[in-house]
């Protein structure tokens, strides 16, 4: 009898052991997320945080408000970004990544003018973008009130163009080409203006824009007015 029951006992043991080697790995285990969902993830949140910002201004927006949204923990807001300022950073600079994608102007070798043109064609479709627009819309009618959104969007969004282009005009090979007394500090400045064209009547009289062939036209001569007051041999 009781080596009956021994018997029975490793026979229970074996079955189980057998069936627990049969499972597959991925019911074992979930694991972690693979590091392309941990990026969508990402992305998703900075979307939402995107739409309610617009939406709903950045002040009125809370971060339980975005986590509720992204379907997120408020943890991984402050883990990832810092807090609100950083997720509206990360926010400006997806939307740089989208439009500038492919365009390193620190190690492009193409001349000059095509640089800036692209350049140019590129931010300048990004400020007309209508989510652009209410963007800056939110930041001009906060920005009082609110130090935290002035200093996250300008760290966000000009103060990265202006040094990507003071990198540009002071390489070598590009600051030869310009006249002596041209002040490199300004250069910026100076192509950022020609390039946006009229900003306060694109924001007062929205429905009057030209269209993009007269838009790029007009855009094509202030960037011929730049490039005769700064270089050289023009």
Same mark, same amino acid.
């Given at each position: 009898?009781?080596?009956?029951?021994?018997?029975?006992?490793?026979?229970?043991?074996? /079955?189980?052991? $057998?069936?627990?080697?049969?499972?597959?790995?991925?019911?074992?285990?979930?694991?972690?997320?693979?590091?392309?969902?941990?990026?969508?993830?990402?992305?998703? %949140?900075?979307?939402?945080?995107?739409?309610?910002?617009?939406?709903?201004?950045?002040? $009125?927006?809370?971060?339980?408000?975005?986590?509720?949204?992204?379907?997120? /923990?408020?943890?991984?807001?402050?883990? $990832?970004?810092?807090?609100?300022?950083?997720? %509206?950073?990360?926010?400006?600079?997806?939307?740089?990544?989208?439009?500038? /994608?492919?365009?390193?102007?620190?190690?492009?070798?193409?001349?000059?003018?095509?640089?800036?043109?692209?350049?140019?064609?590129?931010?300048?479709?990004?400020?007309?973008?209508?989510?652009?627009?209410?963007?800056?819309?939110?930041?001009? /009618?906060?920005?009082?009130?609110?130090?935290?959104?002035?200093?996250?969007?300008?760290?966000?969004?000009?103060?990265?163009?202006?040094?990507?282009?003071?990198?540009?005009?002071?390489?070598?090979?590009?600051?030869?080409?310009?006249?002596?007394?041209?002040?490199?500090?300004?250069?910026?400045?100076?192509?950022?203006?020609?390039?946006?064209g009229d900003p306060i009547g694109r924001f007062l009289?929205?429905?009057?824009?030209?269209?993009?062939?007269?838009?790029?036209?007009?855009?094509?001569?202030?960037?011929?007015?730049?490039?005769?007051?700064?270089?050289?041999?023009?």
């Amino acid at each position: 009898m009781k080596r009956l029951r021994f018997i029975l006992v490793c026979t229970r043991v074996f /079955a189980m052991s $057998k069936a627990q080697s049969e499972i597959p790995a991925t019911v074992k285990s979930a694991g972690r997320p693979k590091a392309s969902e941990v990026e969508a993830r990402t992305q998703e %949140l900075i979307h939402a945080a995107g739409c309610l910002i617009l939406r709903h201004g950045y002040t $009125k927006v809370s971060l339980e408000a975005i986590a509720r949204e992204a379907r997120v /923990a408020v943890r991984t807001i402050y883990v $990832k970004f810092g807090g609100k300022a950083g997720l %509206l950073k990360a926010v400006l600079a997806s939307r740089r990544e989208r439009l500038f /994608a492919g365009h390193n102007m620190d190690i492009d070798t193409r001349p000059l003018r095509e640089i800036v043109d692209d350049f140019a064609r590129s931010f300048y479709d990004l400020l007309v973008d209508p989510d652009t627009m209410a963007m800056q819309r939110v930041v001009i /009618a906060e920005a009082g009130s609110n130090p935290e959104l002035a200093e996250a969007f300008y760290e966000g969004g000009p103060r990265l163009t202006r040094e990507t282009l003071h990198r540009f005009f002071a390489r070598p090979d590009i600051r030869c080409q310009l006249r002596d007394d041209v002040p490199l500090d300004l250069l910026p400045i100076h192509l950022i203006g020609c390039i946006c064209g009229d900003p306060i009547g694109r924001f007062l009289f929205p429905d009057a824009e030209p269209s993009r062939e007269e838009a790029r036209r007009q855009l094509t001569a202030r960037l011929d007015l730049f490039y005769i007051s700064v270089l050289k041999n023009c």
